[in-house]
């Protein structure tokens, strides 16, 4: 058993519902502190409201999100905006505001939960984008930026008051080979130098076994593998070597059934 003082993210019976729809059905799963997890899954398996729940955007209908050791469904509202202090987010599309420099975007967050003065600001905005190598590009706006660089923005973004945990959506979506490749080095890096708990949901296969230490794969909203990557390759559940090996999942149609349905008779 885990010691729990190395926990980062613990989710115990997590049920979560969409209207009428179960999305999620009961996931327990633990995140190592200095971790890099990887949810991953195929089209609606549920890895996206997982996500939303460990953000806090969701309530679940059952269970518990605890992020460094705080339930934060039960928190008081001061207490979440101090506990999200330490939690960086990079979203799929980015999200930077087109109105506003790269440099002014990164230093939106310590705007609204810092005291610091202006010239500390831009100091700090500077050294984020070294770390993501995009020194020198503070004074662009982001549809100037490249797919690759606006997505190290985001990342220098999510990381500029130094978090705990950094959460990563889609890091590596419609870029090409080389540019992914980068973003994935860029997302090891931060985790070795700055120590943080990563948790990266992607579809990419060969970006997920590049940069996880343990791998959750999701099935209609219950985790159908969990471990090394080795584990996760040698499992014997024929879901996941389908979402391994790129194949289909095959539905066999019943005629009778589908005619019923169509006339509201199931």
Do not use: W
């Not at 980062?8 to 633990?30: C, F, N, P």
């Not at 207490?79 to 975007?105: D, H, K, P, Y």
């Not at 810092?114 to 020198?136: F, H, P, Q, W, Y």
């Not at 500029?160 to 490749?181: Q, T, Y």
């Amino acid at each position: 058993m885990s010691d729990p003082s190395s926990v980062a993210i613990e989710v115990a019976g997590l049920v979560s519902y969409y209207g009428q729809r179960q999305v999620l059905k009961g996931v327990d799963l633990s995140v190592r502190d200095g971790e890099i997890m990887v949810i991953m899954g195929s089209s609606g398996s549920g890895k996206s409201t997982l996500l939303n729940h460990l953000l806090g955007l969701l309530y679940p209908a059952k269970g518990v999100v605890r992020l460094l050791g705080q339930d934060i469904n039960r928190l008081p509202a001061l207490e979440l905006l101090e506990l999200r202090r330490r939690i960086g987010v990079a979203f799929q599309s980015g999200a930077l505001f087109s109105s506003l420099t790269v440099a002014e975007n990164i230093m939106l967050p310590l705007r609204e939960h810092s005291d610091l003065d202006e010239k500390t600001m831009e100091i700090i905005a500077r050294l984020k984008l070294e770390v993501v190598n995009l020194a020198g590009f503070g004074h662009l706006k982001p549809d100037e930026l490249s797919g690759g660089m606006a997505k190290r923005a985001a990342l220098a973004r999510a990381i500029v008051m130094d978090p705990r945990l950094l959460f990563c959506d889609e890091p590596s979506a419609g870029l090409d080979p080389v540019v992914s490749s980068a973003i994935d080095e860029l997302i090891l890096r931060l985790r070795d130098a700055m120590r943080m708990t990563i948790v990266v949901v992607t579809h990419e296969l060969e970006s997920a076994f590049r940069i996880a230490d343990r791998l959750c794969v999701l099935d209609q909203g219950e985790i159908i593998a969990l471990g090394s990557k080795d584990e996760v390759r040698q499992s014997a559940d024929e879901r996941v070597q389908n979402l391994l090996n790129r194949r289909s999942r095959e539905v066999t149609l019943d005629p009778d059934a589908y005619v019923r349905r169509l006339f509201g008779e199931e």
